[in-house]
């Protein structure tokens, strides 16, 4: 959810001046000089996935010739208006795989660590070239930033049998997780011309793009691409208290045979046909429930447990020990649930009611736990379930399990409240503090432990070494986490 009031409008507004040329393996770009960075926006990393590209992993960028200035953000993916969010109006295009790089690298023999960022919404708003993501404040501490776009909605994640059947995987509905992948490959063909380290890549993510870390990190597809993460929120279990995070493949084929339906395509070539349409008309169809607990608590285009990106249910795969075991931060915000269950609307018996139906034999348990005797109280209680249940639960889950196969793993707990703010420590509300974003009234000192804490552990595997505190692995038995609020400090759940 985005606050009302927050801008995202602001961009690069230092002193600006051509910096040199880089040669990518498509073609030659020139970006901007700000202060001691070069940053190149806008740079394409796979053929636009339009007509018969729509609905399929992402092709070959074609090579160009001369020099392909990379000097603003390119175009969002397309998305409904209402899902932008903040009254701030996107620029979309279906033409929208590019990426952008900061980076403090005067030369490519720097060999200086990577961080690759997935940005939330659901998986289905938002994009990678808001400038709400710039990477100046991070790359400022000699890291190289990388933000992409990639697909998003019924355009990035349509299941449908038929896509199932063209496809030489037997997989559909995943494609905006295939351009992240195209983005992490383009990383590891391109970043070493930016004075990047290919061998030292970081990626991270909030909220949507926090499960897709989770993801990548079980999915045979990514493995190589990345040498540690970080999860900012993320949700993971299939079939979760409120969130339903990845769709089997019967339930994700289904949706998407019923959304075609909705268009009046049913037939055997209803893809075909679909993919003949402008993608307004793609877009336009596309539900977006008017409140976030609306959105989160419905069938909605998100990932799909495909069997070849996403093997199994990926909460079993951590069960299984079946991740890539690399270096992790990962945690969650104190507040999360009050704007990702906001506007429920529910009345204590419709309360109770739902939690009958999402935890069954368990749900008298939980109900005496999260009581609510009023709609006020039934709202309350719902936020909080949603942040126990959803992201605190989900972060422990896979601390533990990466922790089992990788020492370094880190949990935290972020807890800082901007001031004015009635929401509390919201969902990605660490962000804005992350990037930082212009005109955000916050104490600087949370944002720059937060942004060194980031970029150290990028460089080393190891977030310490800024703090007076000392950041503990995680560890099933201590189950020590860092709390980053307006003093950072040790806590512990046991």
């Known amino acids: 959810m985005v606050v009302v009031g927050f801008s995202f409008l602001g961009g690069c507004t230092r002193q600006e001046q051509e910096p040199g040329v880089v040669k990518t393996d498509a073609g030659y770009v020139s970006g901007l000089q700000q202060d001691e960075l070069r940053v190149f926006l806008g740079i394409p990393f796979a053929a636009p996935p339009t007509g018969d590209l729509r609905w399929k992993p992402p092709a070959p960028i074609q090579p160009w010739e001369g020099v392909k200035e990379t000097k603003q953000f390119s175009p969002a993916c397309p998305q409904p208006p209402a899902a932008a969010g903040n009254g701030v109006p996107l620029d979309m295009s279906e033409d929208c795989l590019y990426l952008n790089v900061w980076t403090p690298a005067k030369s490519a023999d720097e060999k200086l660590p990577v961080m690759v960022f997935f940005y939330g919404g659901a998986f289905g708003k938002i994009a990678g070239s808001m400038p709400l993501y710039n990477g100046t404040a991070l790359a400022e501490q000699g890291v190289i930033v990388v933000t992409t776009n990639y697909r998003v909605g019924t355009l990035g994640f349509l299941a449908h049998p038929q896509l199932t ?45 926090g499960e897709s870390v989770l993801i990548h990190l079980i999915s045979p597809q990514s493995k190589g691409l990345y040498q540690q993460a970080i999860v900012q929120s993320g949700t993971l279990w299939t079939h979760g208290a409120i969130i339903d995070s990845v769709s089997t493949k019967a339930e994700g084929e289904q949706y998407g045979e019923t959304y075609a339906e909705s268009l009046g395509f049913s037939g055997p070539d209803a893809i075909s046909q679909m993919r003949k349409l402008n993608y307004q008309e793609i877009v336009n169809a596309t539900p977006w429930p008017a409140s976030p607990f609306q959105m989160i608590n419905s069938r909605h285009f998100e990932p799909t447990i495909d069997g070849w990106l996403i093997p199994d249910s990926p909460d079993n795969l951590y069960r299984l020990h079946r991740q890539n075991q690399v270096p992790i931060i990962i945690g969650y915000n104190a507040d999360d649930g009050i704007t990702t269950a906001a506007d429920a609307n529910m009345t204590v018996l419709e309360y109770q009611t739902f939690i009958q139906n999402r935890f069954g034999e368990d749900a008298d348990a939980v109900l005496a736990h999260y009581p609510a005797s009023s709609t006020e109280e039934v709202q309350v209680q719902l936020e909080q379930i949603m942040t126990d249940y959803e992201f605190k639960d989900v972060a422990k889950f896979v601390a ?6 990788n020492a370094s793993s880190y949990l935290y707990r972020y807890s800082y409240v901007l001031p004015g703010q009635p929401y509390g420590a919201f969902h990605g509300s660490e962000s804005f503090l992350l990037f930082k974003v212009p005109n955000i009234e916050s104490d600087p000192a949370v944002g720059d432990n937060l942004i060194d804490l980031w970029t150290r552990f990028a460089k080393t595997g190891d977030p310490n070494g800024g703090m007076d505190v000392t950041w503990p692995q995680y560890t099933r038995d201590k189950e020590q986490y860092l709390d980053i609020g307006d003093i950072p400090m040790v806590k512990s759940d046991s």
Do not use: C, K
């Open 165 to 209: 059947d063209e496809s030489p995987n037997n997989s559909s509905g995943n494609y905006g997780l295939l351009d992240q992948i195209a983005a992490m490959q383009w990383v590891q063909n391109n970043i070493g011309a930016f004075g990047g380290d290919p061998s030292r890549v970081t990626i991270f993510g909030h909220s949507a793009g």
């Open 400 to 405: 533990g399990s990466m922790a089992d196969v």
